[in-house]
């Protein structure tokens, strides 16, 4: 075996494969186009133009690549006053967990090109969505390490959105769950086949799904946490430079995370593509597929922030507790109904 | 919605200042009048000072609008005037009444606070004593509002506080 | 010299001044400084102090852009301060100015005539739509509704240059003059402001949905920051805060200056007196200012032009500079006012500029230059608001009563 077979089968090792090739550097590429639909859009609503002068043609699309390489580059200015350990190793493990759900997430049903053993994948949703859980605690240990009035807010403010909204999101994604009965994220998109797909199907979750997503990762309007009118970054307002960008990618990662899974759970995941033998077929088209219904989720909330603003912290608790929680459960007795009924 | 009357703000201010003068009167406070234009300036003894503000303040003149304060250093005094006018009483809505005293000029004058009457002086307060080094006895908060302490130190509104300016031309040779 | 040692919420001084005894912070408040160098607080400082999440105590510090206008004011002759003093609000030039312009009028006893006071009416409705705009832009990043800053400093820009095509200028116009204005109005004037008004009206109503009527901005504004009527007048609120609180007091009605007393035009009040009321006030004020520009429009077009500056000024004027003004209507300033000397006297000019009612008082002693000069502007009065209607909001309030306050430090540290 030479040398570049080992190389080629390391990289092509379905984990790293699809953690960190496509995972990793799929979502800064697809990070990076949300953003600059994010303010191409925003831009248009208020009649603008948005980026453009860094490369015309592609509509400005490289003033973003500029701005990646500016966190990169940039000076990282760490305060006499701050943990430095916890501040430092809070960004970090904020990112790297945000990335890991990709690592149990099928993106096709071709066995051979899942991330893990099929033996392993019986419960690939249950596991994608606990690790959704860790990094919102590296913000609040970020916002506590910053050592500052207006971090450690940011940071409690945090815990609150995400002791609600977390819930929230994961309840709803699992209202499929129940009505296929199965936590085998391979065999919920394959219930859903051609037509039944679960946003026809259960649109009640669906919407507690997309409203809790914005909420929990911090969507323009609604980064209560990172309000910068009273808390100016909230957990982040001591961070720069690459430790900065590692914390707003988070962000970004985890929604771009739970857009693959809304688009699995509720979008009918590769369908209309039947993935079949091969790489092609077998993985890169049906991955796209699924690829594009994400990315169009998370459009799609990137677009809320050229309508709506802010709202205040007790307000958002208020809804969350009161409107989007009932609506979840509703979701998911909806889901029950739909089992008993034996619709799959 | 309110229509634009056609008032006639003269006649107003003739009736603000009647109601003003009968308010100090009926409490048997001696005061002299001095007309500016668009406006009346009551001025009483230091003492009637307190007492004169509760009068008004019944009377209806429920704000301060300005604290104005002019430095004369030849007649070695401060002229202090609490511009009042009137948010809620129709009537006299508008008119411009000054409750005015005049301060000796000295390194610390002080005056009684009229915070306690009307709130709204609190701030001018502030700012009278950290301009004129005027202290207002009694006020609740008297710091300086506008300035750092080492300039409000130097009293700027004070006339003998003056400006001095750069001289753009200085070291250039006047010709050639 | 003094050692400027801050202790805890007072001054150490050596030389005089008083020292506030320190504050002991409760045991379970949390303080926080908001400003100033802190992206939702201008140039200024608030010390607010909280209990969970809730403002105890609020304390505005402001003066970080003070310029000592009233000192310079006394020493710069009668005409130079005009351009001074609009520095302390560019978007409402002619409004700032305006009092001024009163004041030094009643001590000179000069008149402007009809033109003249309709050009200066016409200039400060203009400013006066930019100033809410502008308020309207930062009030809308203050809540996150990037929309609406958009918007509204995009439709300033129409203003903005109705402004330069009277004047010349786009933010500091200094146009009033004692006696009379600066320039008439350009033949093309008329349609431009007319294209204006109508598009300002289409874009309210724009406005309307995305912000005012938006269900997210009126959960963020309904009943927060209640300033109720006699609050107001105990603190002196001014301008539309007042008139939020249904307080009916504006000086184009009180004191009618210029125009006013011949436009058709009316006063919006309010009586809840939220952050929703000032909001809404401001809106219709801007309604009625589209009025007043049509009205005054139509005046100036009807009318034959005259020379707008004062009869016994313009008797001074050589023959040069009334040539001028017959061929392109612009006055130009007498080199003798460089040395004006006004009447002893004391005046007070008073103007409704965009965020309520300035007052500058004005005494002269008969010299070269003003003995005093006192102003106090709207955001200055409105200052004390913060300390008095903050405590018992949340934290996340501050930002919705600040933009509502429509508070603008230039103005207010002079």
Known sequence: MSVLDTVASLIFYPPIWQLLILGFGGALVVAMVAVWFERKAAARVQRRIGPYWASPRLGGLMHLMADMLRYAFQQVVIPRTVDFWPFIAAPIFGMALSILPFAVTPLTSNPNFWPLPPALMEYSLLVALAITTLPPIFIIVSGWAANNPFTIIGGVREAFIILSYELIAILSLFAPAVAVGSLNIVDIVQAQGLVKWFIVLNPLAFLAAILAVAMSTSAFPFEIPESEPEVVAGPFTEYSGILYALNMGGAYMRRFVFGLLISLMFLGGWYPIVPGEGFILGYALPSLVVVVKAVVVVLAISFLRAIYGRYRLDQALDMAWRLVLPLTLAGILLALVEAYLGIF | ?176 | MVEDVRIYGGWKDELGLKVVPSKKIGKDLYEVFIGPQHPGSGHMRITVRLDGDIIVEADPDIGYVHRTMEKLGEIRGWIKPIPLFERMAIHDACNITMPYVLAVEKLMGVEPPLRAKYLRSLLCEINRIGAHLYGFAIFGVFLGHSTMYMWAMGDREVFIELAEALTGARLTHSYPLPGGARRDIPADFPDMARRAVNYMRKRLKEYEKIFLNNPVIRSRLEGVGVISKGLAAELGIVGPNARASGIGYDVRIVEPYDAYPELDFEVPVFREGDALARTMVRVEEIKQSLRIIEQAVEWLEKNPREPIVDKYLYGKYPPLHKKIMESEGRAKLLPISAAMKVPKGRAIGRAETGRGETIYYVESDGGVNPYRVRIVTASARNAIAFKYVLPGHKIMDLPAIYGSLDYFPPESDR
């Open chain 2, 1 to 176: 919605m309110l229509q634009a009357p056609s008032r006639d703000y003269s006649s107003v201010l003739g009736l603000a200042l009647e109601k003003a003068k009968n308010a100090l009167s009926s409490k048997g406070i001696v005061f002299s009048v001095e007309e500016g234009k668009g406006f009346y300036d009551i001025i009483v003894e230091r003492e009637y000072l307190v007492a004169g503000a509760t009068a008004l303040k019944e009377a209806g003149f429920d704000h301060v609008v300005s604290l104005t304060v002019t430095d004369y250093p030849k007649e070695k005094k401060f002229r202090l005037v609490y511009h009042l006018t009137s948010y809620l009483d129709y009537e006299i809505a508008g008119a411009i009444i000054g409750l005015g005293v005049e301060v000796p000029r000295s390194d610390r004058p002080s005056v009684p606070s009229l915070t306690q009457v009307w709130r709204s002086a609190e701030f001018q307060e502030r700012e009278v004593y950290e301009f004129f080094g005027i202290e207002f006895e009694g006020h609740p908060d008297l710091r300086p509002l506008l300035l750092t302490p080492p300039v409000a130190e130097l009293r700027p509104l004070r006339k003998d506080f003056v400006v001095r300016e750069e001289n753009i031309y200085e070291g250039v040779p006047k010709s050639g």
